[in-house]
């Protein structure tokens, strides 16, 4: 019997209370699990914070360590369990407490110390499951051989490696807790795989094991047509493709990791977002998996104020043969990732992490191109990508987006389309991002309902 793959992540892991719904949810599940969990709420910014405290003391470090002691605690005695098994998980947990204590004290090995929020979580919460009467066995990153390459904070998952390695300890009739959010290197070292880690992790696994799909457990209600915090009323997405899902967790939409879904084209394995509310494992609120090509039709619209864009400049700089990929070069030295490239006779335009435009500069500058006159960076700048299938080669969807702003007084910087069409994109000044997404939403959803609704969930039955 093939495995599911549920991700449960730290906004649902706030409080003990909340390991109610989660356990009722778990036990609906008529096939094997692997859950791959975060870190309880607010954790892993706790260990950032002290391990990164130029100033930081042994007073410090142990109110630290203390503090996350109280949060497990609070987890392991609203559980009731036995008192052996209550005994037995106190010494576990004092174990880690005391390793982490000693990696907050050095100035190395920080890349492990941020892991031990995934470690804590997993070794309490695959306790409570089995005192829930839910057969499930707690396994590492290191144990089953998640492998990953790349850089630390931003490292990849070796597929091929993990895949051979995660068969010979992950039983395809087994049950796990794997701690997400790291994997380890070729020599053993722990490598992060970044904030939002985690739902990578999930889907990694799931790749590696051929799972029916990946179930990510939130507290909001799947991909919807905007992020509601904007202050419009916004309206459910039932269902996104790979690519479209792609383009929005790259460009804003928080509900994903931007790598989740890579592992998972190859196999079709679906993404189902739940809301744990619902406690319906048969409701997914949003489903991301291969769908055929629509009409155009804008299914949501997300915004990222993190960019900035470097451009050079300089006559006749697009018959400059091979500048391009020298510019590309430049910055995979440096480890920059593009988000996207605009060029034109005169100028290349550059959009990447804001945080990385200086190093970008430099890394330019150093070449010494024959044809740029200047290269210069504007950080004052926000994306707005409009994301539905094939919208990209639809000429009424920029014609709706440009017409919303210019009756909201908005001018656009930029436009541009995504290279695989699921997407186009408006560049503006970051100030006026908030009114250029109430207007491009407004322009491409004009008849939401009054009221802020769900949406309908979509039945989907696995098996």
Request: hydrophobic share 40%; aromatic share 4%; with cysteine.
């Amino acid at each position: 019997m093939s495995q599911i793959v549920v991700k449960l992540g730290g906004s649902i892991l706030k409080e003990p209370e909340d390991i109610g719904p989660i356990i009722t949810v778990l036990k609906k599940y008529c096939h094997p699990i692997i859950v791959v969990v975060s870190a309880f709420y607010g954790t892993t910014d706790q260990l950032i914070r002290a391990f990164d405290d130029e100033n930081k003391t042994e007073e410090s470090i142990e109110q630290t360590v203390k503090s996350i002691r109280h949060r497990a605690t609070k987890f392991i005695d609203f559980c009731e369990l036995n008192p052996d098994v209550r005994t037995d998980l106190v010494c576990k947990l004092n174990e880690l407490l005391f390793q982490l204590h000693s990696l907050l004290i050095g100035s190395e090995n920080r890349d492990e110390a941020l892991t031990y929020g995934e470690r804590i979580s997993a070794l309490i919460l695959a306790t409570i499951f089995q005192s829930q009467r839910i057969n499930i066995n707690l396994a590492l990153p290191e144990e089953i051989g998640l492998t990953t390459h790349g850089v630390n904070g931003s490292a990849r998952v070796d597929l091929n490696k993990t895949r051979i390695l995660i068969r010979a300890i992950v039983l395809p009739t087994g049950s796990y807790v794997i701690p997400g959010f790291y994997g380890v290197s070729d020599t053993g070292r722990i490598i992060l795989l970044g904030r939002g880690g985690t739902d990578y992790s999930a889907s990694a696994i799931a790749s590696c094991v051929g799972a029916l799909s990946v179930d990510l457990w939130k507290d909001v209600d799947g991909i919807r047509s905007t992020d509601p915090k904007c202050g419009e009323l916004t309206q459910g997405v039932s269902r996104v493709s790979f690519c479209e899902a792609e383009e929005l967790s790259s460009f804003g939409t928080k509900i994903i990791h931007p790598l989740t879904v890579a592992p998972l084209i190859e196999k079709n394995i679906p993404v189902r977002i739940f809301n744990i509310k619902s406690a319906r494992v048969d409701l997914p609120m949003t489903i991301i998996q291969d769908v055929e090509a629509g009409e155009g039709n804008i299914k949501s619209i997300s915004a990222d104020d993190t960019l900035g864009i470097v451009t050079l400049s300089g006559t006749g700089l697009g018959m400059n043969p091979g500048i391009l990929s020298k510019v590309i070069d430049a910055l995979d030295k440096n480890e920059l990732e593009i988000k996207s490239l605009m060029t034109s006779q005169s100028r290349i335009n550059i959009l990447l992490s804001r945080q990385d435009c200086g190093l970008a500069i430099e890394s330019l500058r150093i070449l010494s191109l024959p044809g740029i006159s200047s290269i210069n960076t504007d950080d004052n700048i926000a994306v707005v990508a409009m994301v539905g299938e094939q919208c990209g080669e639809d000429n009424d969807v920029a014609g709706i987006a440009l017409s919303a702003l210019a009756k909201n007084g908005v001018k656009a910087r930029f436009c541009f389309v995504g290279s695989e069409a699921v997407a186009s994109y408006i560049v503006v000044r970051r100030d006026e991002l908030e009114r250029t997404v109430k207007a491009i939403h407004r322009g491409f959803f004009p008849e939401l309902p009054r009221i802020n609704k769900r949406p309908m969930p979509t039945r989907f039955r696995i098996g």
